[in-house]
């Protein structure tokens, strides 16, 4: 749910690992929902639409409410919502009061927050990728375009990852 700069990542280490998963996006805008489909993703669709199945996880990585509740919808029973988002903005934090037991918690489905990493996780995962060879996809701007990525991001003008090059010695 969501398809941010590490959700790429993501998709190709899942791929690596476990090539027979299927995968499910849900995007905001159509160049990331066929961004997830050139990466071998099996559905890409909007968080209002329904995927072709029902899943057993869900990855939530949006810094907004709203996706909590189509998440929990499209879980199969004792399926499990994951958030991780550091952290989430209030503006429509009232959507958690359409959360209801029959339709999203009902048949033992849950909700968790893995949030906190550590340091060793961080060098478990980069280990990881190293093994599995894994590349992101790097949209990189000079310090002195740092407006022009913030920009960017913010009209949903997103491939892979941006990054900011400090200094170019």
């Given amino acids: 749910m969501g398809f ?6 993501v998709v190709k280490t899942i791929k690596a690992l476990f090539p027979d998963t299927k995968i499910y996006v849900f995007a905001r805008n159509k160049n990331e929902q066929q961004f997830a489909l ?13 995927p072709p199945e029902l899943m057993n996880a869900i990855i939530d990585t949006t810094p907004v409410w709203n996706p909590i509740i189509y ?3 499209k879980l199969k029973p004792a399926g499990r919502l994951v958030i991780n988002a550091i952290r989430k903005e ?8 359409k959360l209801d037991y ?12 893995v949030a906190n990493i550590t340091k060793s996780d961080i060098i478990e995962f980069f280990e990881l990728l190293e093994k599995i060879k894994i590349k992101p996809e790097l949209q990189t701007y000079k310090f002195e ?9 913010k009209n949903q003008k997103i491939r892979g990852a941006k990054v900011l090059i400090i200094n170019n010695d």
């Avoid at 941010?4 to 990542?9: D, K, P, V």
């Avoid at 071998?40 to 639409?49: K, L, N, S, V």
């Avoid at 209030?90 to 009061?97: A, E, G, K, P």
């Fill in 38 to 50: 050139e990466l071998g993703c099996h559905w890409a669709g909007d968080i209002e639409t329904n």
């Fill in 4 to 9: 941010g700069a590490s959700a790429h990542i």
């Fill in 90 to 97: 209030n503006i429509d934090i009232q959507s958690l009061t």
């Fill in 145 to 153: 375009e740092a407006n022009k990525a913030i920009k960017e991001i």
């Fill in 71 to 73: 998440s929990m919808e």
């Fill in 102 to 113: 029959k339709n999203h918690l009902w048949m033992e489905k849950e909700i968790k927050s």
